[in-house]
């Protein structure tokens, strides 16, 4: 079936630093693909999302693109902040089944 | 515009006991999807609701059961509550014009003791 596979954290950056958080996917298809973030104690947030290959999504200074031919979403921001700590996880809408499926989440920690 | 809305936030229950989960969704969104996310991983989806029927569902047992009712609010019942269904629930909505979008909750915290 479809999956997410995400780099595992933590991640600890200081402020200012270039963020890259990989994630990979297998599909059969083409599917939606999203960044979600969760904040401490707090449900996920829509970060951005994009629907079809070579499509970039972006918000609030993240980035991803949807790269069909490495099957790959990676998310990246040019300078993080410590507001920017969080866990962040990587999605797809799965065609066949009505749902989104989810990778594991990577932590990211920002150090002022 | 309110969003999706959860209730309760917290709650303790003991091994054995049910318990029921509410959900209201976004306006103008017709589809509720339940998600279990347990410590320190991502979301599992336990199942989907669509025009008050039961229209997909992930590898949850029985014990877990789900309504939709005509306001497209939906409630999770999870009976004989083991320890380890100890997580957040999350709620998410859609509908056919978010495009694939799901919107989240911000989840009830489920403690079995």
């Known amino acids: 079936g479809d999956s997410v596979t995400q780099m595992e954290g933590p991640v600890t950056l200081s402020e200012e630093a270039f963020l890259t958080i990989n994630c990979t996917y297998t599909a059969t298809g083409y599917p939606s693909l999203f960044w979600y973030v969760q904040y401490p104690g707090e449900g996920l947030q829509l970060l951005l999302k994009a629907t079809k290959a070579d499509d970039k999504g972006s918000n609030k200074g993240f980035e991803a693109t949807y790269r069909k031919e490495t099957t790959s979403f990676h998310l990246e921001k040019g300078s993080v902040q410590v507001s920017d700590s969080a866990v962040y996880f990587c999605?797809?809408?799965?065609?066949?089944?009505?749902?989104?499926?989810f990778g594991a989440g990577t932590r990211l920690f920002v150090k002022a | 515009d309110a969003g999706v809305t959860q209730s309760p936030t917290h709650l303790i229950k003991t091994r054995g006991q049910q318990v029921t989960l509410r959900c209201s969704p976004k306006?103008?969104?017709?589809?509720v999807s339940w998600y279990q996310q347990a410590l320190g991983q991502g979301p599992q989806f336990i199942f989907q609701y669509y025009e008050e029927e039961e229209r997909q569902r992930g590898n949850f047992p029985d014990r877990f059961s789900g309504h939709q009712f005509p306001n497209y609010s939906s409630e999770l019942n999870v009976n004989a509550l083991l320890l380890g269904d100890s997580a957040l629930y999350l709620c998410?909505?859609?509908?056919?014009?978010?495009?694939?979008?799901?919107?989240f909750g911000e989840g009830s915290w489920l403690t079995v003791v």
């Open positions: 306006s103008g969104h017709d589809t």
């Open positions: 999605a797809l809408w799965d065609t066949g089944g009505f749902k989104t499926i």
């Open positions: 998410a909505s859609s509908s056919l014009g978010s495009g694939n979008t799901i919107y």
